[in-house]
């Protein structure tokens, strides 16, 4: 059985999830799920070819529920997208801003557009995404509810922009992974960047991670993530994803890999893929 040729993702239609499997991916028509794991068990599932998965935002951070469910999953990173964040305020047709007394959107999006909130004395409600808020403003007959989304998210659901760029904070971007249940490796290019990514814990010896990373260093490697978090159901054992910047196929990089499984256990390479343009647009990468 073949595997459709659509791609996955978490939340309603219109959410900024949705926008980049858009962006990306065009042609392919895009999957709703009720939440990220559902998204990647499709993909495992073979009912999905690609599942598009936010990892980090500029203003808010990572998606800590991505970094531990990782690990869980056999899927494979074959792609990065960097999708710029453009918050706006929807509402019903006819609506004024002096008719508004609630908004609603995800946590992460309230939090991006706090300033703007209070300056407009509104009161917060908190939603799974903020597509399902735009969802549920577009339902409403009254002229007091507002949710933060994308102007997808209005074009969708029938839904007017009173104010575009509504984040506090101009440059907000997300970073997304697209996933894979096949590895695709692309040929090394030395004209391309690429991004390798990695998931390990350590030995239980002194100064492990020193001694695992410092094989990027000798070998002159750039290393340009690091993230920890506790795994296990212990206090103890950590593990770790790392970004660097290069190809699996390169001398060095193999040098480098060489020194870190002789320090770390439960080495994966989760991807090898090609780094986004938003990389050397905005001097991410050599």
């Known amino acids: 059985m073949s595997t459709p040729s659509v791609i996955a993702y978490q939340g309603h239609e219109g959410a900024y999830s949705h926008l980049a499997c858009r962006q990306v ?24 070819a ?14 800590e529920e991505i970094y531990r469910q990782m690990p869980r999953t056999s899927l494979h990173i074959v792609g990065e997208h960097f999708e710029p964040v453009n918050h706006c305020l929807l509402v019903r047709p006819g609506t004024q801003l002096t008719d508004l007394k609630f908004v609603c959107s995800h946590p992460q999006a309230l939090a991006q ?15 799974l995404d903020t597509a399902g808020a735009a969802l549920e ?22 839904l007017e922009i009173l104010q575009e760029n509504f984040q506090d904070m101009q440059g907000n971007t997300t970073r997304f992974l ?36 410092g094989g990027f260093a000798t070998n002159g490697v750039n290393l340009i993530k690091l ?22 196929e390169e001398h060095n990089m193999q040098l480098a890999l060489q020194e870190l499984g002789f320090f770390a256990k439960d080495m994966r390479i989760l991807g090898c893929y090609e780094a986004h ?9 050599d």
């Open 277 to 285: 343009a938003y990389r050397r647009l905005h001097a991410l990468v």
């Open 227 to 248: 993230e920890s978090y506790m795994t296990g159901g212990t206090l103890n054992v950590s593990q770790f994803h790392i970004d660097i910047a290069a190809h699996t």
């Open 113 to 127: 557009c706090d300033q703007h909130i209070k300056a407009l004395g509104l009161a917060s409600i908190a939603k």
């Open 50 to 63: 690609l599942a598009m998965i936010p990892l980090e935002n500029s203003t808010a951070g990572r998606v």
């Open 137 to 158: 403003v577009s339902q409403r007959t009254d002229h007091q509810h507002a949710a933060i989304a994308s102007r997808l998210a209005a074009e969708l659901y029938g």
């Open 25 to 48: 991916f065009p042609d392919m028509p895009a999957l709703a799920c009720s939440s990220f794991v559902a998204a990647m068990e499709k993909v495992e599932n073979s009912e999905a």
């Open 178 to 213: 697209i996933l894979s249940k096949d590895n695709h490796t692309p040929t090394f290019d030395p004209s391309k960047a690429y991004i390798t990514s990695i998931l390990f814990t350590v030995r239980n010896i002194p100064a492990a991670l020193y001694k695992a990373l």
